[in-house]
């Protein structure tokens, strides 16, 4: 037998106060007696017990009977046809990081989830879910409530935003699949709904904070040595917060400023003039409820020259390129690209040619044959004139296209994705796209070679398409969850994540998975050093005064075979109650008399 409520038994406590009827004394009443003489040494004896003497008559135990079963009913007692299933969910998202006091939430969730389940029979059985990266088991099936509580205990919160999900169905769903009896899910979301199997425990209070929600990098071009940085600072309270923000360049402070932030707004602050370092952080000097999301990281494309990789039947005319600073060209022919492995260029120029699939690298497409992954190829035009253009664009800035009047193009149409960037009236002759973090662009025209001032509308559109690659190559962090890119990483390697472990590479692959962390990873191989950064995502996560609500839904009517426990209480009320009933027919209440 198993009791649902078990901290119904300190109402026993309660019991010794049955007794104090029979201990205090009733008042006296008037009686007529020939002779007092025998009630001398009584009441001599009785005057000094103010209490009177205990007397227990045998309606007293039928009464102490009576409370017994209302107290086991308050603790509902069940037989258990088979071990007691539950589910313990947590969510370990990184809002639950909020610190209220000297615990964290998650912490507090974790203590009181760690207490519910130890109070569960040996028999019941556990399974622990987590909420992000994924709402997931975590450890075996079935775990007993005591391995349940420790590996509750092992958990960690996560610099993971949480998915936007339907938690009242994901919750009623695992339900069913889980054949659950109870689900108890903490979290620091506030439910509504009602639900008879799920219960979800809300821990932490709302309350204002301040979080970086974006860090970029800019500079004015690729051959530049100074950069720029951009950072996004949102008030997420009620009042008018003044902060001092610092930004650093790895260890080195570069400059710092007061920010005011009005309440409910995002201001922006740039930091102009910045030495290349190998990375960037931007910190709020300042503690509020949630850490997280008051630091931000930001690393630079590259120290060196943009480095690209030409694949034309025409050589020369990519070599053109040479003539524009900051960058390096090898060119190669279209034979020679199968036997190219990649990873050491930034951009891919496909001049009159075209892989059998998209690289895993920027890419520019030039007058692509019909057989390409990219666009398909439409009627040739002669002398074409630009008649829409997307504005405001970086393809496109600053570019004349009155002056712009291709010798020869061809119409583009995107196969599967892309969107029309420059248009004539016959169609579309640039379509730019991004997919799995890199830029594609194809052009139904030729813009090369480079001429530099001899052709200025042309050289313009030139240069434009490189700075577009080059800051698509400087992406300046990607968010927690998703994977970095290296370049080709052996086997062997080893990865440095923000919390200083070290974290081997066993296959050879340029995509490094486990970012769960925010902050810098360091890739170390033969001597030398990549970096990446990785950042929070903040929409959900740092509003803590606002968080979103989760619908509880009630579930459908669940097949009687799969309940595992028999309740015993109403038995045992219908038996109080006939207790009760006999009572009153042993000791009738007496009518007074006038």
């Known amino acids: 037998m198993e009791f649902l409520s078990p901290t119904a038994f300190f109402s026993f406590f309660l019991l010794p106060l049955l007794l104090l009827p029979y201990l205090i004394r009733g008042r006296p009443r008037r009686f007529v ?10 009441a001599a004896r009785s005057a000094n017990r103010p209490w009177g003497r205990l007397v227990l008559p045998p309606i007293f135990f039928l009464q102490l009977l009576f409370l017994l079963l209302l107290m086991l009913v308050l603790a509902e007692p069940v037989f258990s046809v088979r071990p007691l299933k539950v589910a313990v969910v947590i969510d370990n998202s990184a809002s639950m990081q909020a610190v209220a006091g000297r615990r964290s939430r998650f912490e507090t969730a974790q203590g009181e989830a760690r207490e519910w389940v130890s109070r569960l029979s040996a028999r019941s059985r556990v399974d622990v879910y987590q909420t992000v990266p994924g709402l997931e088991r975590v450890g075996e099936k079935g775990l007993a409530p005591e391995r349940a509580a420790a590996l509750i205990g ?5 610099d993971l935003a949480d998915s936007q999900r339907d938690y009242g169905g994901e919750l009623s769903r695992l339900v069913q699949e889980g054949e659950y009896e109870q689900l108890l899910f903490w979290t620091d979301h506030p ?9 979800v425990v809300s821990v932490g209070q709302p309350e204002a904070n301040l979080a970086l929600t974006s860090f970029d990098l800019t500079r004015r071009s690729f051959a530049s040595s100074q950069w720029t940085a951009i950072v996004a600072l949102s008030n997420f309270s009620a009042k008018e917060q003044a902060v001092k923000l610092a930004l650093k360049g790895g260890d080195e402070l570069l400059s710092s400023r007061t920010v005011t932030v009005a309440p409910g707004k995002t201001a922006q602050v740039s930091f102009e003039g910045l030495p290349f370092r190998n990375y960037y952080e931007a910190e709020l000097q300042q503690k509020d409820g949630l850490a997280v999301d008051n630091r931000r990281f930001a690393v630079p494309p590259a120290s060196g020259p943009l480095r690209i990789l030409g694949v034309s039947p025409r050589p020369e005319v990519l070599n053109s390129l040479r003539a524009v600073p900051g960058l390096s060209i090898d060119v190669i022919s279209p034979a020679a690209y199968s036997r190219y492995r990649g990873g050491e260029h930034v951009l891919e120029i496909f001049h009159y040619s075209a892989p059998a699939a998209l690289p895993d690298s920027h890419a520019l497409f030039i007058l692509p044959p019909a057989e390409n992954p990219l666009v398909s190829v439409g009627k040739v035009l002669s002398r074409p004139s630009i008649s829409a253009w997307r504005e405001p664009h970086r393809l496109t800035r600053y570019v004349n296209f009155m002056l712009l009047h291709p010798a020869y193009a061809r119409a583009l149409k995107p196969r599967t994705f892309g969107d029309p960037v420059m248009e004539s009236a016959e169609g579309p002759l640039a379509i ?10 194809a052009l139904g025209f030729d813009p090369f070679p480079y001429l530099g001032e001899k052709n200025l509308p042309v050289s313009i559109l030139t240069l434009n398409l490189l700075e577009w690659f080059y800051e698509g190559a400087g992406k300046a962090s990607a968010l927690t969850g998703e994977p970095l890119r290296f370049s080709t990483v052996s086997s062997g390697a080893v990865v440095i994540n923000p919390r200083g472990e070290k974290i081997t590479v066993k296959e050879d692959s340029g995509i490094f998975s486990q970012t769960t962390f925010q902050g810098i990873y360091r890739m170390s191989r033969a001597g030398k050093s990549e970096f990446r950064a990785l950042n929070l995502e903040t929409s959900g996560e740092s509003d803590l005064d606002h968080p979103a609500r989760i619908q509880l839904r009630e579930e459908p009517n669940l097949s009687e075979g799969r309940f595992s426990l028999f309740p015993l209480w109403p038995y045992l009320l219908l038996f109080s109650l006939l207790l009760l009933l006999l009572e009153w027919f042993w000791n009738p209440p007496v009518l007074s008399q006038r």
Not at 154 to 158: C, F, N
Not at 193 to 199: D, L, M, N
Not at 432 to 441: M, N, Q, T
């Open 191 to 199: 439910a509504v709904g009602t639900s008879k199997i799920v219960k």
């Open 154 to 158: 092992a958990l960690v919160p996560l």
């Open 432 to 441: 730019a796209s991004e997919r799995d973090g890199f830029r594609y662009l």
């Open 33 to 42: 007696f020939s002779s007092l003489l025998f009630l001398k040494e009584f």
